[in-house]
Structure formats: structure tokens, C-alpha cells
């Protein structure tokens, strides 16, 4: 089960009445009058038997409450990529993933058309053997490039079978963003033809992160005042802690005397994860609106 974060949590009253309102309705006519002669396509039209939960999350709706949405005009997607990998001492390696968990819904929300396909976790993180970056450190899993880049056109082309015609690539890891940049490339010659489009938004990385920072410091009033060393800073550990303090290792560094990082305390619990909610929802609208720009511009 996923985690439950306040971003996780969202669920937006047009994705309620979206959902609900063209589940109910017939399909269209000519499609039943084909469905009569072929059970698969029967099938596929079928009015749901049950209410639709919500989520922003693909994998944890129905087949029929994603064909539903997107009928309705949820038409835009949101492929994530995170990453496993050596984040210092007191992060867990999927760092990047509890950061999408997060920011995923809060930037679908924004859009209110859309949806977030499941985070890409394994991403280039260095060569294997011999290793080279991250890859020199216990627990990084990374994948070569042309492996990355199949992986993620094979998604993206997934989900265009499902009827998204916005299909967003966005990564939290400066390792991920040529390989989002060269598929999504590809894709749109692939798809020229068609009222498809891939859109690499390179701005939820940058000036994503050094946007995060910006604010945080001169809005937020949040300064670091010096460097512990550490592959971590304030704006990593509270966006990771609104989806899950333990993976910062919230309690053990509170008894081992260490619950701060480059100089700023990460107590108060409820302090430091309002600070992290904050930081999301910048970047979150944000991205939304380069995502915006992008669809506008193809």
C-alpha cells in the first residue's frame, strides 16, 4: 500500500465528478453496436458495476476507472523518475522516489486533468562494473542508458495505448534527464502523425531544485549555515519527510543528538514537515505551469 502523505491524500472534486459522471453513462453507440458482435470489445465498454474510488496514482485504479477519466478528459500523464542510490547516512537510497510520492499528486492536482503513472525507480546512477558514481556504494541499483531509454519509451508508449495524448516525463535526479530528453525525442517523430505528444519538462529538476532553494531561503526564511558533507540538504530531508519521517531516520537522529542538517534542526517534527509541504507546493505549481506551457506549445 502506498503511503499516506498530505499530498498523497489529494483528491480533487473534478476528479470525483469526472470519474463518477462518465463512468455511469453509456459508451458510445457505435462502439456498442461492434461490442455486440465482439466480446472483447463488450467488455471494454461495459458501464463499471461499482462506484469509482480516486486517486491520482494509475496503478491503484481499475482499468475501467482509468478508461473513465480519460473519457472524460484526463488525457494528460505524468511518468516520474526517481532513482536508488547513496544519499549519506541518514536517507534511505530511494530518496527520490518518497520526493515524487509526494509532488506527483500535488502537481496532477494542479492540472486537474491528469494523472501520474508509476515512479520510475531504477534510472543510471553509473556504471556497474567496474562502478563508477553512486554505483560505489551498497544499495544503488542503476541501469545503462540505452536500458533506461527502452524502459521509459516502452511506458510512455503504454500509455498512449490507454488514450493519454500529454505524456509527461519529469526526474527528480540530474542522471534521468538526457535519457527523458532523447525519448521523448524520439517519440514525437515516432508520432507525428498522430495527436499524441511526449514532453520532456526539464523544469521540476531545473531550475526546479535551485527554485526550491531560492524560496525557501528568501520567502521561508530557511538558510543553511554550513555543509555537514553529506549527499543531503534541508530541501531534500523535508520534501522525503512529508511522505515518510522514518526515512530520514527522523527518531534515531533525534536520540543520537543529530537531528539537523547543514546547520537548519529538523525539529519539530510537524515543523519540518509543513516546511517540506511548502517546498513541494512551490515546485509543484511550478512545473505545473511549465507542463501547461509545454502542452500549449505542441
Given at each position: ?13 473534478a ?5 463518477t459522471?462518465?463512468a455511469?453513462?453509456?459508451?458510445d453507440?457505435?462502439?456498442?453496436a461492434?461490442?455486440?458482435a465482439d466480446?472483447y ?11 469509482a474510488?480516486?486517486?491520482?496514482w494509475?496503478e491503484e485504479l ?6 473513465d477519466l480519460?473519457a472524460s ?17 541518514y536517507l534511505?537510497?530511494g530518496k527520490?522516489?518518497?520526493i515524487?510520492e509526494?509532488?506527483?499528486?500535488a502537481i496532477?492536482?494542479r492540472?486537474?486533468?491528469a ?6 525507480k531504477?534510472v543510471p546512477e ?5 562502478p ?5 556504494f551498497p544499495?544503488?541499483?542503476?541501469l ?12 510512455a508508449?503504454s ?19 538526457r ?9 514525437n ?9 511526449a514532453h520532456f ?7 526546479g ?6 524560496f ?5 526564511g530557511v538558510e543553511e549555515t554550513?555543509?555537514?558533507?553529506y549527499h543531503?540538504d534541508i530541501w531534500v530531508t523535508a520534501?522525503?519527510?512529508v ?5 530520514v ?7 543520537a543528538?543529530r537531528?539537523?542538517?547543514n546547520?537548519?534542526p529538523?525539529?519539530p517534527?510537524e ?12 515546485r ?5 505551469e511549465?507542463?501547461?506551457?509545454a502542452?500549449?506549445?505542441?
Amino acid at each position: 500500500m502506498r503511503r499516506l502523505s498530505t499530498f498523497g491524500l489529494l483528491v480533487a472534486a473534478a476528479l470525483c465528478a469526472a470519474c463518477t459522471g462518465a463512468a455511469q453513462g453509456d459508451r458510445d453507440p457505435s462502439a456498442k453496436a461492434l461490442g455486440s458482435a465482439d466480446p472483447y470489445l463488450s467488455k471494454l465498454n461495459a458501464k463499471r458495476p461499482i462506484e469509482a474510488r480516486q486517486s491520482y496514482w494509475l496503478e491503484e485504479l481499475t482499468w475501467m476507472e482509468v478508461r473513465d477519466l480519460v473519457a472524460s478528459g484526463h488525457t494528460t500523464v505524468i511518468i516520474p523518475t526517481g532513482g536508488v542510490e547513496e544519499n549519506g547516512p541518514y536517507l534511505a537510497t530511494g530518496k527520490h522516489n518518497l520526493i515524487l510520492e509526494a509532488s506527483c499528486p500535488a502537481i496532477a492536482s494542479r492540472l486537474k486533468n491528469a494523472l501520474c503513472a508509476p515512479i520510475v525507480k531504477f534510472v543510471p546512477e553509473g556504471d556497474i562494473d567496474p562502478p563508477s558514481g553512486a554505483m560505489r556504494f551498497p544499495g544503488t541499483i542503476s541501469l545503462s542508458a540505452s536500458t533506461y531509454e527502452a524502459l521509459l519509451s516502452d511506458i510512455a508508449s503504454s500509455l498512449k495505448q490507454s488514450g493519454f495524448t500529454n505524456i509527461i516525463m519529469i526526474g527528480d535526479s540530474g542522471g534521468n534527464q538526457r535519457g527523458m530528453q532523447a525519448v521523448a525525442a524520439k517519440l514525437n517523430e515516432r508520432w507525428a502523425e498522430l495527436p499524441v505528444r511526449a514532453h520532456f519538462v526539464k523544469e521540476f529538476y531545473s531550475p526546479g531544485w535551485d527554485a526550491v532553494e531560492k524560496f525557501t531561503t528568501t520567502e521561508l526564511g530557511v538558510e543553511e549555515t554550513r555543509k555537514d558533507g553529506y549527499h543531503d540538504d534541508i530541501w531534500v530531508t523535508a520534501m522525503m519527510m512529508v511522505t515518510d519521517p522514518t526515512q530520514v531516520r527522523f527518531e534515531e537522529r533525534v536520540l543520537a543528538g543529530r537531528a539537523s542538517i547543514n546547520g537548519v534542526p529538523i525539529t519539530p517534527l510537524e515543523d519540518a514537515v509543513e516546511l517540506g509541504r511548502q517546498m513541494i507546493g512551490f515546485r509543484a505549481d511550478l512545473t505545473a505551469e511549465a507542463i501547461r506551457s509545454a502542452i500549449k506549445e505542441k
